[in-house]
């Protein structure tokens, strides 16, 4: 298998141990909290070696044969038009950023309806994943061993303000750490570890706490307020809702758990989520096609769906993501989405694999940033298939950058 191919894989691989691994190390030290936030009250870890194991069977036997077929090469948009594109987006994803800004908070999520807001704030939920990608393929750019142009580093820049003005999830925290150590330290996504000075290598060991405890402030803040937060009783409230963060953080283990304990011999939950995408997809047509009406009341998506039959108790309107492998559970005809799933997942990796070279250099770093901004694809990787929504124009995106972004457009 080709180097790049190797790097890809990894890098997908990484992303699944990431989703999962927090959960399974840390359950047996708060095996209460999770069984107050879930419905199922079993142990995890059958579904999720079963599980894992499957999907990495078809995804690494997919992706083996479709390595040995050649790449078609495609004829590109000349640079400059490449880069036209790029910064287009990049201006219009700051511009609804400034406006975010000025017109909300932090707390958007848990305060507002996407459907009740400005056509600004609604771009710039559609035009995030774009820009994401776009930030995936400078770092794919620096790992092939080449240096990011002066006008990318201004586009890159203003992203990274664009980020801080936009703040509204905990993992926004992560894409700005990736976006500094991009602008000011590229060389980090590809040296290996004994080739880093010391002084990086201590930097990195405390700014990791830092890192992960402004996630934890920044996604607790989102639902209780900053205000609240930074008082005494504010922080007793989180040192005492540590065990139900760790259990909130695993959704994914648990989706996956209670839908391998009850899927295999009950097609009920695949029925209704199946049923709720062709009522998403119908409704969601009432967007842009006249006849048809749109429901700003219904939600009936594989999110909404994962919700309630994952988690204990019910908060109207709330959805929750089912992650990579328990999405395979919510396919149509089980168990067609074992196969599917991953065969996408593939088709997505070597998308990706076309820009990256043979020569390329890598390092845990790259790995985990690659999958990180395609996150979608692997939180709900069936929300590509309600055709009007932000990952499967993401989705699209990624497949046109084939035509328009070069080596060449990130040397500018």
């Keep these: 298998m080709q180097n790049r191919n190797v790097f890809i894989l990894k890098s997908f691989v990484l992303i699944l141990i990431v989703f999962y691994f927090p959960g399974l190390a840390l359950y047996p030290f708060f095996e209460a909290e999770f069984q107050q936030y879930y419905h199922y009250q079993g142990s995890p870890y059958a579904a999720f070696l079963l599980a894992f194991f499957v999907y990495f069977f078809f995804f690494s ?19 400059r038009w490449g880069m036209l594109v790029v910064a287009a987006l990049v201006v219009l994803y700051f511009v609804c950023c400034l406006y975010f800004y000025v017109n909300y908070d932090a707390g958007f999520r848990h305060t507002n309806r996407l459907a009740n807001t400005g056509l600004l704030v609604k771009g710039m939920f559609v035009v995030q994943p774009m820009v ?32 801080v003005l936009s703040l509204n999830s905990s993992l926004q925290v992560f894409s700005m750490v990736f976006l500094v150590l991009l602008l000011f330290k590229p060389e980090l996504y590809w040296r290996k570890l004994r080739g880093v000075n010391i002084y ?24 209780v307020g900053f205000g609240f937060l930074f008082t005494e009783e504010g922080l007793a409230y989180l040192v005492g809702s540590i065990g139900l963060i760790v259990a909130r953080v695993s959704s994914s283990l648990f989706s996956l758990a209670t839908l ?28 842009i096609l006249p006849g048809l009406n749109f429901e700003t009341g219904l939600i009936n998506t594989v999110n909404r769906s994962n ?20 999405s395979m559970f919510y396919m149509p005809i089980f168990p067609f989405g074992v196969i599917m799933l991953p065969l996408l997942h593939v088709c997505i990796a070597k998308t990706i694999s076309y820009h990256v070279e043979n020569g390329v250099r890598y390092n845990v770093l790259s790995m985990v940033a ?7 694809f692997f939180e709900a990787p069936l929300n590509i298939f309600y055709i009007i929504d932000p990952v499967f124009i993401a989705f699209l995106f990624l497949f046109l950058c084939r035509f328009f972004l070069s080596k060449k457009v990130f040397l500018l």
């Design 370 to 376: 690659i999958p990180y901004f395609i996150l979608p």
């Design 260 to 287: 391998f304990d009850c899927c295999i011999f009950d097609p009920t939950p695949s029925f209704n989520a199946f049923q709720g995408f062709i009522n998403t997809v119908m409704n969601r047509l009432g967007l």
């Design 307 to 326: 919700f309630l039959t994952v988690f204990q108790g019910y908060i109207a309107r709330a959805g929750a993501s089912p992650g990579p492998l328990a």
């Design 61 to 79: 036997m997919v992706y083996y044969f479709l390595d040995k077929l050649p790449y078609v090469r495609v004829r590109r948009l000349p640079a």
């Design 200 to 223: 990086y290598t201590l930097g990195a060991v405390l700014l990791l706490p830092l890192v992960l405890g402004g996630v934890i402030i920044m996604g607790v803040g989102n639902k």
């Design 132 to 163: 994401y990608i776009y930030i995936l393929f400078c770092i794919v750019h620096v790992v092939n061993g080449f240096s990011i142009g002066k006008i990318n580093r201004k586009l890159l820049l203003v992203l990274l303000v664009s980020q």
